[in-house]
């Protein structure tokens, strides 16, 4: 029985390893940002490593994956076993932190394949920590399945493919792609609310500073604020969220004014996506100048979308000789939309039809 159970756990715990491992290396990025919003001040306040996010994300994921690969070979199992319980450790750890204080709605554990709220989350790892305890106490029962030469190769074959993998998506795009973006996607209908779906519930908070001291009342209890009390801030607290739309904050603002209505008319639409100029690829904007050419010579109309200020719309255009016009889209969005800084995206009456890495921009079909 017991080697049944610790058989079963190896399986299970190694295979979605690999498949968690695998969804978020076919795009690090994604897991990059996620994690970004773990260091930021209001989850942990870890600042210093904001910058270093991306190269985190990488490793941990193809540590994921290799480790469940180790796993399921019985490749030195006592040090692989260990491993993965201090990592579910720590993911536990951040999960019941995510869902005890709300501070991360999702914690990207099967990227944008799979959405769990955070107390999903808390219980997936609860339930894979109970599986490597189990392997644990047992490691000496996870064999290993080849010979030692064998379980080498596929060692450094697994890490060597999923350290590729990484390289390749980065420098184009997911290989699969699980956003609301994706190629075949009408933007607007993607923004329609179905009729009779469920509505927010939101209560309003009023907060008054009494007697020195913030307290929050709701509208019920302002008959019954103290004498003298100052109002502070007001806020709203939501007791249901109701159905949100898979596009969601998509805007296409210019001079005060969204044109999105508009211009997702277009039938031959060509949008450069950069979400910050200041910092996007060089060589990728130099490409984007060629490409305006060419698009708008078989009548293709060009626009940029950014979360830049206007000041650096106006350098950019002044660097790179751009002539079309940039739109506001906030900046979540835009990476949503694409990861790559800049990238292409063409669009027929706001359905996307292309969708590719600057790096691809010789594959466009024009």
């Known amino acids: ?142 064999k290993p399945l080849f ?76 008959m019954n604020i103290p004498e003298g009390a100052i109002f502070v801030d007001r806020k709203d607290k939501v007791i249901s969220e109701g159905y949100v739309p898979p596009i969601h904050d998509f805007t296409m603002v210019k001079d005060g004014s969204d044109y999105k209505e508009e211009l997702l008319e277009e039938s031959k639409l060509l949008v450069f996506v950069t979400y910050d100029l200041p910092n996007a690829s060089k060589e990728g904007l130099e490409k984007l100048n060629q490409l305006q050419k060419t698009a708008s010579e078989k009548g293709y109309k060009v626009i940029g979308m950014t979360a830049s200020t206007s000041e650096q719309i106006a350098e950019a255009q002044k660097q790179f000789g751009f002539k079309f016009d940039f739109y506001f889209c906030d900046a979540t969005t835009l990476k949503t939309i694409e990861r790559a800084n800049p990238s292409i995206a063409i669009l027929n009456k706001g359905t996307i039809i292309q969708k590719v890495h600057y790096n691809d921009s010789d594959l466009l079909k024009l």
Request: charged share 15%.
């Open 147 to 222: 010979g030692s030469k064998t379980q080498t190769t596929l060692a450094i074959i697994s890490f060597i493919a999923s350290g590729f993998m990484g390289y390749w998506v980065l420098n184009h795009l997911p290989i699969i792609d699980f956003r609301p973006y994706k190629v075949g996607t009408n933007i607007q209908k993607g923004m329609e609310i179905p009729e009779g779906a469920p509505k927010s519930v939101v209560e309003m908070i009023f907060i008054y500073k009494v007697n020195g001291v913030d307290k929050e009342f709701t509208e019920a209890d302002l």
């Open 1 to 142: 029985m017991k080697n049944i159970l610790t058989q079963f756990s190896r399986l299970f715990v190694g295979i979605l390893f690999i498949i968690s491992g695998l969804i978020k290396l076919n795009d690090p990025l994604g897991f990059s940002y996620k994690l970004a919003e773990y260091f930021s001040e209001p989850v942990f306040n870890m600042p210093i490593f904001v910058p270093y996010a991306l190269a985190i994300a990488l490793f941990v994921v193809i540590l994921e994956v290799v480790l469940g690969v180790l796993l399921l070979i019985g490749y030195k199992s006592k040090w692989t076993i260990g491993i993965l319980l201090i990592m579910i450790i720590k993911f536990t750890f951040l999960t019941f932190y995510s869902a005890y204080y709300d501070v991360v709605k999702d914690c990207g554990c099967f990227g944008d394949a799979l959405h769990l709220t955070p107390w999903q989350s808390f219980t997936k790892d609860i339930i894979l920590l109970f599986f490597i305890l189990i392997l644990a106490f047992n490691y000496k029962l996870v």
